[in-house]
């Protein structure tokens, strides 16, 4: 095998057709989250949604992939989910503070970073394969957003 063929094939953890699947999964998840919120006008919609969920599953994979890797390479590698979890949420929590404005003393947008802090847990579910917790925490994130908010109990 080439160094091209070696760094292209490189042997995953995971059958690359899972990887994509899970991929697509949280994409299409946090998708529908998003969604929700484009129709309703609101900050953060299907993209940054759709992208979040990527993203943390991305990081999910990877992290299964080194764990698989250094662990096959005799080298002693632990995987603490904690750490993947919290860099996860610390990058959320920067780009779901960047949407939570107070305009005329109403705190906004904060179902809209809360929204996109579930959309990194959906997509780490999904990264891990736990596509009934990614799918139960997607119809509860879609009925408490859309269902309640018609009751309005913010105000």
């Known amino acids: 095998m080439t160094m091209l063929e070696n760094e292209f094939l490189t ?3 995971i ?3 899972i990887v994509v699947l899970r991929l ?11 969604l929700e919120r484009e129709v309703k006008s ?4 299907l993209r940054t949604n759709m ?14 992939y080194m764990v698989e890797h250094f662990s096959s390479s005799g080298d002693s ?10 860099a996860a949420t610390a990058g959320v929590a920067f780009l779901a503070a960047g949407t939570i404005v107070l305009s005329q003393g109403r705190v906004k947008n904060v179902t809209t970073g809360a929204l996109m802090w579930v959309s990194a847990a959906i997509g780490l579910s999904v990264g891990l394969g736990l596509w009934i917790l990614a799918l139960a925490t997607t119809v509860l ?5 859309a269902v309640l908010s018609r009751l309005d109990l913010d105000s």
């Open 11 to 13: 042997a995953m953890p």
């Open 51 to 64: 992208l979040i969920g990527l993203g943390a599953a991305v990081f999910t994979i990877a992290a299964q």
């Open 42 to 45: 609101h900050a953060a919609g």
């Open 77 to 86: 590698v632990r995987m603490d989910p904690i750490r993947l979890i919290e």
């Open 141 to 145: 994130a879609l009925i408490i957003s």
């Open 24 to 34: 697509v999964g949280a994409s299409i998840f946090c998708g529908l989250i998003g």
């Open 15 to 17: 059958p690359w057709q």
